[in-house]
């Protein structure tokens, strides 16, 4: 398998502008989810989905971030209107269960908001 | 909550010194416990996990026993490599699923 792909890798941008961060993982994981990390805040979780439903979405900074998962290959993560301080790398990770199982993550992406 | 806290960083070892990274949880109930690593410009990737007390996970020469009496799940390694330089994690995921990760430990070897 190719591993959790993620795109673009790198992604710079103007405040207000929308950015829409894509994943796709593992096949036949059944969970996902969106990490963001910063220096200063270290690795949050942001949101995770089971099946493609959303389960926990309280690390959801605020309004401007959203995520979905179409189907059971694909989510996005999309900031609209962008920010300076959204700029972090942004992970996802899939995994098969979530309690014992491994979290395998993407090479993330690196957004910078100017 | 559920709560991971790790030694500061960074951390800088001469190779083949011997290398013991603190980490301790606080959780309700019997969570699993795991080590991350990240190598610069990656996504983090497993190192060793243990899923019940007194489990000892192990990889790489890298080891971290669950001892739940202490809450704590040290990683530790007899003998460091440069190829080691990495950040390294501790993480769990809590009886109501809730995954924590710490704050991570940069550990930089020098030849």
């Known amino acids: 398998d190719a591993g959790v792909i993620q795109s673009p890798r790198h992604e710079v941008t103007e405040m207000g502008q929308e950015v829409t961060l894509r994943c796709k993982p593992i096949?036949?994981?059944?969970?996902l989810f969106w990490y963001r990390q910063t220096m200063m805040r270290g690795l949050e979780l942001l949101i995770y989905?089971?099946?493609?439903?959303?389960?926990?979405d309280s690390g959801m900074p605020e309004d401007r971030f959203s995520a979905k998962m179409p189907n059971a290959s694909f989510s996005t993560l999309k900031i609209q209107p962008s920010e300076p301080r959204d700029s972090a790398v942004y992970f996802c990770?899939?995994?098969?269960?979530?309690?014992?199982?491994?979290?395998?993550f993407g090479p993330g992406t690196r957004l910078t908001v100017l | 909550g559920d709560s991971v806290t790790q030694m500061e960083g960074p951390v800088t070892l001469s190779e083949e010194a011997f290398l013991t990274i603190n980490c301790t949880y606080t959780?309700?109930?019997?969570?699993?416990l795991f080590w991350y690593v990240q190598y610069p410009g990656e996504g983090l990737q497993l190192l060793l996990k243990?899923?019940?007390?007194?489990d000892k996970g192990s990889n790489k020469g890298f080891e971290a026993t669950y001892r739940k009496e202490t809450t704590s799940f040290h990683l530790e390694k007899g003998s460091v490599q440069v190829s080691d330089s990495a950040v390294y994690f501790c993480?769990?995921?809590?009886?109501?699923?809730?995954?924590?990760f710490g704050p991570g430990t940069r550990l930089s070897v020098l030849p």
């Open positions: 243990a899923t019940k007390a007194d």
């Open positions: 990770a899939s995994s098969l269960k979530p309690h014992t199982d491994t979290q395998y």
């Open positions: 959780a309700t109930g019997y969570p699993s």
């Open positions: 993480a769990l995921i809590g009886a109501g699923q809730n995954f924590v």
């Open positions: 989905f089971n099946n493609n439903v959303p389960i926990d």
């Open positions: 096949s036949g994981h059944d969970y």
